[in-house]
């Protein structure tokens, strides 16, 4: 998905409707009766070789207080805040109402890319609402028809360059991933580590419950009071991306919400909130999951490090509020015990103990994020691989299912970030997932890639013997192939 669209407008415009096209489905509840959408959904939308998300919203009402209504305002007014793109619909059979030209007003300030469209614009009784839309000084609007399909043309030319502009800046902005190794690819083992430069900074996410220290940690990092935080839980809701130098090192480090058990998030706005946490841990490249000193490995923790790990992002694990802890030296020795035992996926993790109020800790936790950063990269020449693997066959052989054994022939990195290794063999359908983690735990202490994801792929090589398949020749062929040989030698 390149971007993000969100459909608002006053209740009854048709948003539901052009929702319901844009993603060939009926997702969203369609009346005449106004007011009838009141959360936001959301849902993966195709216009011609378009590709994006398009949220509905319920209809911008003007009440700004507690009530339902206002309520309503400020999730729609949420979903401004967070879309690439708005498309403010009016309704071309009532004109523009005061409303509209207040919600125009607001668009104006809070959104970069607005596209107008004059819904219910079929036949000659819209015609006067389509020019009056001109008035709100948001361009040419777009002329449509969400019930029976009109203007979508329309719509995609106008998304269309905004569409490339977005999908050059994700390219721009993602991190560089599963980067394939090529088998002629040749590099100085004793060259110096690149270091991330301004122009392409290290992406850190912090992660992590609600309340854990998260924005009062950046803030720290930044030297700043860039971020507002307090003792209340659940402060921040967007994901937030600041550029600094940490201690040398050029970074782009995200704050994100927290993120509490799926059962307990009932909240519309705080399962957008989690949602973009979760965009943020795929744009990072270094992911620190940042845990409560009193209440650490909660359940939710674990979820949140284990999909860092299979999103292949390099993990620190830190605690936080070490500074009110009183039995440091006990509490560090069961938290060691604790991460070993529940996060065997991440064994060797950094583990950091920090303090955001007081900056203590932030040194090492520095350190381990560099080091994460540069095993998260690290290559590794085939002849040693090679080497490694014969002794760790000699030490353990493979299974041998059904009585045959598994035979591992060579073995080869073909990837980094993370870091990923192709062992050719035979059977690897039959490999079982044992020996396979016997290979990765090998890989992480004897290469010193403790704590980075690694990914282990089973090839099948080649047979290299031309006759393999071909049908054996039965004793009368071979009498009538020497019969006719000597027939033509006269015998």
Not at 35 to 58: P, Q
Not at 315 to 335: G, H, P, S
């Amino acid at each position: 998905m390149s971007f993000t669209l969100a459909i608002v407008g006053r209740p009854n415009v048709g948003k539901s409707t052009l929702f319901n096209r844009l993603v060939g489905k009926r997702l969203a509840l369609v009346d005449d009766q106004p007011g009838v959408t009141r959360d936001l959904r959301e849902g993966e939308a195709r216009l011609a070789d378009l590709r994006f998300t398009v949220i509905d919203t319920a209809g911008l009402e003007e009440a700004t207080d507690e009530s339902l209504q206002g309520r309503m305002r400020a999730l729609t007014e949420r979903a401004v805040g967070m879309a690439d793109v708005c498309l403010f619909m009016i309704d071309a059979r009532v004109g523009v109402t005061p409303a509209d030209q207040v919600f125009a007003e607001i668009l104006r300030k809070r959104s970069a890319h607005v596209v107008l469209a004059a819904n219910k614009g079929e036949g000659s009784a819209a015609d006067a609402g389509v020019i009056e839309a001109y008035s709100l000084g948001l361009g040419e609007p777009i002329r449509l028809s969400a019930e029976h399909g009109e203007g979508l043309n329309d719509l995609y030319t106008v998304l269309m360059p905004v569409a490339d502009g977005f999908a050059e800046r994700a390219k721009d902005q993602s991190p560089d991933v599963d980067v394939t190794l090529g088998e002629d690819d040749e590099w100085d083992e004793d060259a110096p580590f690149v270091m991330p430069t301004a122009k392409k900074p290290m992406q850190i996410a912090v992660v992590g419950r609600p309340n854990a220290g998260k924005s009062t940690l950046i803030n720290k990092i930044m030297g700043e009071e860039r971020l507002l935080t307090g003792p209340e839980a659940g402060i921040t809701r967007d994901a937030i991306s600041l550029r600094t130098e940490w201690n040398g090192t050029h970074i782009r480090i995200f704050d994100t919400a927290g993120m509490r058990k799926k059962a307990k998030v009932q909240d519309k706005l705080e399962k957008l909130s989690v949602s973009d946490g979760l965009r943020a841990v795929k744009f990072a490249e270094v992911v620190v999951v940042l845990l409560d000193a009193a209440i650490p490995f909660e359940q939710q923790d674990l979820r949140i490090a284990d999909l860092a790990e299979r999103e292949g992002r390099a993990v620190i694990v830190a605690v936080n509020k070490w500074d009110i802890e009183e039995d440091k030296q006990d509490k560090l020795r069961a938290l060691r015990e604790s991460f070993e035992r529940l996060l065997p996926q991440l064994r060797g993790a950094p583990l950091v103990t920090v303090s955001a109020t007081t900056g203590r800790g932030l040194d090492r936790l520095h350190e381990a994020i560099m080091k994460a950063y540069e095993t998260w990269n690290r290559r590794v020449p085939t002849a040693a691989l090679n080497r490694w693997l014969a002794g760790m066959v000699e030490a353990h052989p493979p299974p041998a299912p059904a009585g045959k054994r598994i035979k591992l022939r060579y073995m080869t990195q073909a990837k980094t970030r993370p870091p990923g290794f192709v062992v050719m063999c035979s059977l690897p359908d039959k490999m079982s997932e044992s020996y396979s983690r016997y290979l990765v735990n090998g890989l992480r202490g004897d290469f010193d890639m403790c704590g980075t994801p690694i990914r282990l792929y089973m090839r099948s090589q080649n047979d290299s013997n031309p006759f393999k398949g071909r049908k054996k020749a039965g004793p009368s062929k071979l009498r009538k192939h020497l019969k006719s040989q000597n027939e033509r030698q006269g015998f």
